[in-house]
């Protein structure tokens, strides 16, 4: 993946225009579609299978708009008195006559229908309009009709259809977290263009992800939320993953590198991090969808979308930009003093990255069992976490529906603000009417039920609907506890009054399921996460200890995520961070998407800050001098990473809808313990106990992991082929330390071109060994091998077509020169021009095409099979058996490089092979 991105920086360099004016015809495209389009954003909680889907798909067939259209609340209050007052019932009257008038409302309870609260002083109206999402036009009226000032009467409206949604917060939280994060920009890196360029991409990218998610949105259901989530996570990442790639960049331009060869280095080294950190964030939000949960799935694929372009952006229109600038994003000398030059010199500076890791690790154990303790403490209110959905009742009271919803729990109690529905088929009832009777009867009578405001079959006689008005709210236990009994009971209710098929639906009984359910996938969630942290980081740290500390540091953050969120949003402590949100249940879908989210950001910081301690490790041995060298490098620009998300995500807490406040805190929450206190602190302190330990891993488990380069490796590799021969001259195989098997004789080798290399092996299968390893047929247990010009094994199939095996085997007994020289350059395809000259080079070395291979003696037969290798494209011919000075000049005079080997006693086998000239 690094030559790839080594490559695409270069190329971007090369073409910035090019790659700015596509984004901006991209934006352009999307957001103009987006324009004219609109969007369709919707709030569908409902789980496909459960019972509450199963009794909304019987409303939506059975009774049409009568049950599925938005319903509304209108509380009536008297001003002084009786609601049923003359003074008072004529107002009630006739705002019930003016509202029913009304467009786009199908029916509005009578006076005669009221229910009127115990003390006489209230009664709550229905009003129901006849689609299930009227518009803003419908809404408008009913609320301007229901609320008109009365001396006699004060009015509140509420209820489902004014409820539903986020409600408008602007672009305030987007503002702020930019703000923040250019402040921060410009304490890292000095400069306000350097500073500017990450957030006007990560623009960019946010505003390609709402446009595309609004367009989603008119196909397929993505509830309301998704837009404000996709935001904030787009902007965190974006800006930081551009921040990685920046520096990484704005560093080499200060070592003197040239900018398009930096860009390429940086996406390399920084961009191959980007793309790991990015794609973990993107497999843990696609995951989401694992749960089953339709709403939760948009969520996570708007995230994932989000992160997705924003990885995008950083690989393309960041170096782009960058690349426009050139050298004025080198980062400027410090000024120093004439007197302190030699004070300078004598005396490095140390950061302040340097004296926190010294600190932290003088005592490491001290280190490890304070920051356990505090995250541990931390995550106590964790273990009190209840969930449920947001609704009315969890606003800010300023807000009209919270203030409805408190005026109709003070008058009727809480129950009529979470009604449940109950769908029962009377089919099989000779007297439908009675059957309905009968049944409301019995669940006036079961225990929890308060009241049975409803009861009615539909049109066509054969399904009753009810609804029945709990204790308590939506999220209170006893609610909860209601729908599972009358789930439970179902069978003897329908004995008891002749139903049949009774289910427990509506908007309170969907979002108790949805709770439970996402309540059910968190462990497996969880324990996947984990498990996938650990492969993946074994992956790429090679280690056994690393991916088991950082798992375990993911653990502790999430806990420590959770327990502060519980701890304001679920007990209502410190209550101005929640913004006025009542405190209470946490919304559903928070811990598995903020587990999913944190996961992938945790392991962002893990590998920008052990990938350079490893890196370290790996070139001195030295663990602990590692741990310094890595964090010094790497902890400046991950703090400032990690405060610009900070930022962002708390920059949603004020400004957000109930949804998002508590997944916003819990996110800022989280990201700041798992970079300062987990990352910053507790790693290097872990580290320094272990020693080397810490990089220990099993031979025979290095064997079974997949080698992955995301620090640049191979890139590397290839910057180093290429300096070597611009420093000794063109070299067609060079091989340092190169072993095929352990057991093997280390060898250096190196082969100019158009010579001959004789390459000492100690048996057949030593030679059988070198010859698939350099034509690129197997992998390296150890060392460099670079052939012609091709790194191994990254770029092995390019070594493939360089070089060859030649082998006297490869001719068959029975066919012609001509059909062999056709059946051995099949592979090449190309036009038959081409073909014809590739037949015609073979044609200068071989006999005669139409002889038989019979009659070839093994010169004839080594010539035959070499000609047909350079006539493919080879440079490197690897003999398979020793070739006579015959074969040998007539193949290097055609251009050809040679290796053949040389049986030695193990004991004389050298370790370096000089070129034999010819």
């Known amino acids: 993946m690094s030559l790839f991105l080594y490559r695409l920086g270069r190329w971007v360099g090369g073409h910035r225009l090019t790659v700015i004016a596509a984004w901006v015809i991209l934006l352009t495209a999307l957001g103009g579609s987006f324009l004219a389009l609109g969007s369709a954003f919707e709030d569908d909680y409902s789980i496909p299978g459960t019972e509450s889907a199963r009794g909304e798909e019987i409303l939506a067939d059975r009774f049409g708009s009568d049950a599925t259209g938005a319903q509304a609340q209108v509380l009536f209050r008297a001003t002084d008195g009786s609601i049923d007052s003359a003074e008072s019932e004529t107002a009630v009257d006739a705002r019930l006559s003016e509202l029913a008038a009304l467009p786009g409302v199908a029916e509005v309870s009578s006076l005669d229908d009221l229910k009127q609260s115990d003390d006489g002083s209230a009664a709550l109206a229905t009003v129901r309009f006849d689609v299930e999402d009227p518009d803003d036009a419908a809404m408008d009226a009913v609320r301007d009709a229901a609320l008109q000032e009365s001396p006699h009467i004060t009015t509140t409206i509420g209820g489902g259809a004014f409820s539903s949604g986020a409600p408008e917060a602007g672009h305030v939280a987007e503002i702020v977290g930019i703000l923040v994060a250019l402040a921060v920009l410009v304490l890292t890196f000095g400069s306000f263009i350097a500073a500017g360029l990450p957030i006007v991409t990560a623009v960019v990218g946010v505003g390609a992800t709402i446009s595309a998610l609004s367009l989603l949105s008119l196909t397929t259901s993505i509830t309301t939320t998704s837009p404000s989530f996709a935001?904030?996570?787009?902007?965190?990442?974006?800006?930081?993953?551009?921040?990685?790639?920046?520096?990484?960049?704005?560093?080499?331009?200060?070592?003197?590198?040239?900018?398009?060869?930096?860009?390429?280095?940086?996406?390399?080294?920084?961009?191959?991090?980007?793309?790991?950190?990015?794609?973990?964030?993107?497999?843990?939000?696609?995951?989401?969808?694992?749960?089953?949960?339709?709403?939760?799935?948009?969520?996570?694929?708007?995230?994932?979308?989000?992160?997705?372009?924003?990885v995008l952006v950083a690989l393309t229109l960041v170096p782009a930009v960058a690349a426009l600038f050139g050298r004025a994003l080198t980062p400027s000398t410090p000024r120093r003093r004439r007197g302190s030059e030699a004070a300078a010199s004598a005396a490095p500076r140390i950061t302040l990255a340097e004296r926190w890791v010294r600190a932290i690790t003088r005592r490491p154990a001290v280190t490890v069992a304070a920051t356990v303790t505090l995250l541990a403490v931390m995550s106590i209110p964790a273990f009190s976490l209840t969930l449920a959905l947001p609704d009315a009742g969890t606003r800010a009271e300023s807000d009209p529906s919270r203030q409805h919803y408190d005026a109709v729990s003070d008058a009727f109690g809480e129950g009529f603000n979470a009604p449940l529905l109950i769908t029962a088929d009377v089919l099989a009832s000779d007297d439908p009417r009675e059957a309905v009777d009968d049944l409301k009867a019995e669940l006036r009578e079961f225990p929890g039920v308060v009241d049975v405001s409803m009861a009615s079959p539909n049109a066509g006689g054969d399904t009753a609907l009810l609804r029945v008005i709990p204790e308590g709210g939506q999220s209170d236990e006893r609610t909860i506890a209601l729908v599972h009994d009358l789930r439970e009971d179902a069978p003897a209710l329908e004995k008891a009054s002749g139903v049949t098929d009774l289910r427990v639906t509506g908007t309170t009984a969907v979002n108790i399921d949805l709770s439970e359910r996402l309540a059910a996938a968190l462990l497996p969630f969880g324990l996947t996460v984990v498990g996938l942290c650990l492969i993946l980081l074994a992956v790429i740290f090679r280690s056994v200890a690393v991916p088991i500390k950082a798992a375990l540091g993911y653990v502790l953050s999430v806990g420590a995520a959770f327990g502060a969120t519980v701890a304001v949003f679920g007990w209502g402590w410190m209550p101005w961070l929640s913004g006025g949100q009542e405190p209470g249940a946490v919304v559903s879908f928070l811990p598995i998407?903020?587990?999913?989210?944190?996961?992938?950001?945790?392991?962002?910081?893990?590998?920008?800050?052990?990938?350079?301690?490893?890196?370290?490790?790996?070139?001195?041995?030295?663990a602990r001098e590692s741990v310094y060298a890595g964090f010094g490098h790497s902890a400046v620009v991950v703090a400032a990473a990690a405060v610009i998300m900070v930022a962002v995500f708390a920059s949603f807490v004020p400004t957000g809808s109930s949804t998002l406040k508590p997944l916003a805190f819990g996110l800022a929450v989280g990201v700041f313990v798992d970079a300062f206190i987990v990352r910053m602190t507790l790693v290097p302190a872990v580290l320094i106990l272990l020693g080397d330990r810490a990089w220990w891993l099993p031979r025979h488990l290095g064997r079974l992991l997949p080698r992955v380069d995301v620090e640049g490796e191979a890139m590397q590799k290839v910057i180093e082929a290429t300096e070597f021969e611009d420093r000794h001259g063109d070299v067609v195989l060079r091989a340092h330390g190169l072993r095929v098997a352990e057991h093997d004789q280390p060898l250096d080798i190196i082969a100019r071109p158009g010579r001959v290399t004789n390459i000492p092996v100690t048996d057949a299968g030593h030679a059988g060994r070198l010859m698939a390893a350099i034509s690129g047929r197997t992998a390296v247990s150890e060392g460099t091998l670079v052939v012609c010009g091709a790194t191994m094994p990254e770029q092995r199939a390019t070594a493939v077509q360089r070089a060859a095996i030649v082998t006297t085997a490869s001719i068959p007994p029975h066919s012609t020169v001509g059909a062999?020289?056709?059946?051995?350059?099949?592979?090449?395809?190309?036009?038959?021009?081409?073909?014809?000259?590739?037949?015609?080079?073979?044609?200068?070395?071989?006999?005669?095409?139409?002889?038989?291979?019979?009659?070839?003696?093994?010169?004839?037969?080594?010539?035959?099979?070499?000609?047909?290798?350079?006539?493919?494209?080879?440079?490197?011919?690897?003999?398979?058996?020793?070739?006579?000075?015959?074969?040998?000049?007539?193949?290097?005079r055609h251009g050809a490089t040679i290796v053949r080997f040389a049986r030695v006693e193990v004991a004389a086998a050298p370790t370096l092979v000089l070129e034999a000239a010819r």
């Open 593 to 622: 998407l903020l587990m999913g989210v944190l996961f992938g950001l945790a392991m962002d910081y893990e590998m920008f800050l052990v990938s350079r301690m490893r890196e370290h490790y790996v070139e001195t041995g030295d």
């Open 820 to 892: 062999v020289t056709r059946d051995g350059l099949a592979w090449r395809g190309g036009t038959r021009a081409e073909k014809r000259w590739r037949r015609a080079r073979v044609a200068q070395l071989a006999a005669d095409p139409g002889r038989s291979t019979v009659t070839l003696d093994a010169d004839e037969k080594q010539l035959l099979a070499g000609a047909i290798a350079l006539a493919g494209g080879a440079r490197l011919l690897v003999f398979a058996e020793s070739p006579t000075d015959h074969v040998t000049a007539t193949l290097l």
């Open 231 to 310: 935001s904030m996570l787009g902007l965190a990442v974006g800006i930081d993953y551009a921040l990685f790639i920046l520096a990484r960049h704005r560093s080499q331009l200060s070592a003197g590198l040239d900018p398009h060869e930096s860009l390429g280095r940086a996406l390399a080294t920084a961009g191959s991090a980007v793309v790991f950190a990015g794609l973990t964030v993107v497999v843990s939000l696609a995951g989401l969808a694992l749960a089953g949960v339709p709403v939760l799935a948009a969520l996570g694929l708007a995230g994932a979308l989000a992160v997705t372009v924003s």
